[in-house]
């Protein structure tokens, strides 16, 4: 897989996930520096959305799209995971009024990065992605956005929250 950032290659460290895979556990903090893992969402289908970082143009609109989206959909947490420091986190989150979904961050230990394949080993980074994951704990879609400054499939990847249900 060739990802871009800014037009230039850059490599991702960890294996690429395809649809049917078993969703890695992970381990990242929320914004009270609790620690959270893909098993604290157990019994709902969780919408990923991976950016690199929650303050910048794209990052922010994906965000705050998914937040809006994340009250009319039944059964679906949806993730943000960045690597942004937890009180950037909150503070953007209080900022924009996000209250639909939760922002998590890999900076500690950038453990979902690699076990999901989207740490830019250059910047350490997250490369713009989304996941969901089934209440199986199977990966129903998956996209890599190719520029990591472009925006992901929005509506393809909400289509795949309602059909995991």
Not at 125 to 145: C, G, M, P, Q
Request: one cysteine or more; hydrophobic letters at 40%.
């Amino acid at each position: 897989m060739m990802v871009t950032f800014g037009g230039k290659p850059v490599n991702l460290l960890g294996n690429e996930l395809k649809v049917g895979d078993e969703a890695p556990d992970f381990k990242v903090i929320n914004n009270d520096l609790e620690e959270k893992t893909l098993a604290d969402y157990h019994g709902k289908i969780r919408l990923i959305s991976v950016v690199p970082s929650i303050d910048t143009g794209v990052c922010s609109i994906q965000t705050n799209r998914f937040n809006e989206e994340a009250k009319k959909l039944e059964n679906v947490q949806v993730l943000t995971i960045s690597m942004d420091l937890p009180f950037a986190q909150k503070r953007w989150k209080e900022v924009n009024h996000v209250e639909s979904l939760e922002l998590l961050s890999d900076h500690r230990n950038a453990d979902f990065g690699e076990k999901y394949g989207v740490l830019i080993k250059e910047l350490r980074l997250l490369a713009r992605s989304i996941f969901i994951v089934d209440t199986n704990n199977k990966i129903t879609y998956v996209e890599y956005v190719n520029e990591v400054t472009e925006h992901p499939d929005y509506d393809k990847a909400l289509e795949a929250a309602k059909q995991a249900q």
